[in-house]
């Protein structure tokens, strides 16, 4: 029965909610010292963990879903043509994984005809479950969140993604001059950001270099939590974004303008 305080779960969600438990028993059973990665193409690492956990997403969701189509990190597109599509990053901060660091999670979204309509986040390490359906709002560990209303950025707290990706994208000045201004400013990595972001413990998130595996699931769980995410451009998040900004609305503008016709293309 649906806790008073949870409007109801959507059959989309609870297929999403039992594919991330599974997921998460094969990422903890591999959680190991002995734990060994390979290095894929783009450079960046991947385990067996994620691939297991990724076909055994895909594999839940294709049983209640059979029509649907799939955009894994690990598996590419799977009949993506389809009007729902999930998204799936099976170990968002595979490095964290690696060094037994727990700042990762699986992410899952739902896409339907381009719109992202669903999110869940699971850090099964930190204990943290995150989910979002569109017009439902945001539930960690089955309580309601929210994102602050810190309207300033001398009272803001902005998390960032790797300072290298700013380099790259000839907007490292643009970020350290926005981390002077700010109240704090940290970067935990990853998923786990905006976990912080929509709770109300951080106020912005702000990266240069992300996949749309990245960051789908959580776009929902911002955005239901009361917030708003676009790429560093303003523009709204689609399959191609490349950079984000995740805010709690109230600082989003003044964000951007630091960024404003500063951009470059991604390598």
């Known amino acids: 029965m649906a806790d008073k305080k949870d409007p109801g779960r959507s059959p989309f969600l609870l297929v999403a909610l039992e594919a991330a438990s599974k997921a998460e028993a094969v990422i903890m059973d591999y959680y190991s010292d002995s734990m060994a990665s390979e290095i894929k193409s783009d450079g960046t690492p991947v385990t067996v963990a994620d691939t297991e956990a990724e076909q055994i997403i895909i594999d839940t969701i294709s049983d209640a879903f059979p029509d649907h189509?799939?955009?894994?990190?690990?598996?590419?597109?799977?009949?993506?043509?389809?009007?729902?599509?999930?998204?799936?990053?099976?170990?968002?901060?595979?490095?964290?994984?690696?060094?037994?660091?727990?700042?990762?999670?699986?992410?899952?979204?739902?896409?339907?005809?381009?719109?992202?309509?669903?999110?869940?986040?699971?850090?099964?390490?930190?204990?943290?479950?995150?989910?979002?359906?569109?017009?439902?709002?945001?539930?960690?560990?089955?309580?309601?969140?929210?994102?602050?209303?810190?309207?300033?950025?001398?009272?803001?707290?902005?998390?960032?993604?790797?300072?290298?990706?700013?380099g790259e994208r000839e907007v490292l000045g643009n970020l350290c001059d926005l981390a002077m201004d700010a109240a704090r400013t940290r970067s935990f990595g990853d998923c786990y950001m905006y976990h912080l972001l929509a709770s109300g413990r951080v106020d912005a998130v702000i990266e240069a270099a992300i996949s749309i595996w990245d960051i789908a699931a959580l776009t929902v769980i911002v955005e239901e939590a009361g917030g708003r995410v676009t790429n560093l451009r303003g523009e709204p998040i689609d399959r191609n974004t490349d950079s984000i900004l995740a805010t709690n609305g109230f600082l989003h503008r003044q964000i951007l303008r630091r960024f404003e016709n500063s951009l470059s293309d991604a390598a």
């Open 69 to 166: 189509g799939f955009l894994g990190e690990e598996s590419g597109d799977t009949h993506s043509s389809s009007p729902y599509v999930w998204i799936i990053d099976p170990i968002d901060g595979t490095k964290n994984y690696i060094r037994h660091i727990p700042l990762f999670g699986t992410q899952i979204a739902l896409m339907k005809s381009d719109e992202l309509v669903l999110g869940v986040s699971n850090l099964p390490a930190m204990h943290e479950l995150v989910y979002a359906e569109k017009g439902s709002g945001v539930f960690l560990n089955d309580e309601r969140a929210s994102v602050t209303a810190v309207d300033q950025i001398s009272g803001a707290m902005i998390c960032h993604g790797g300072m290298d990706a700013f």
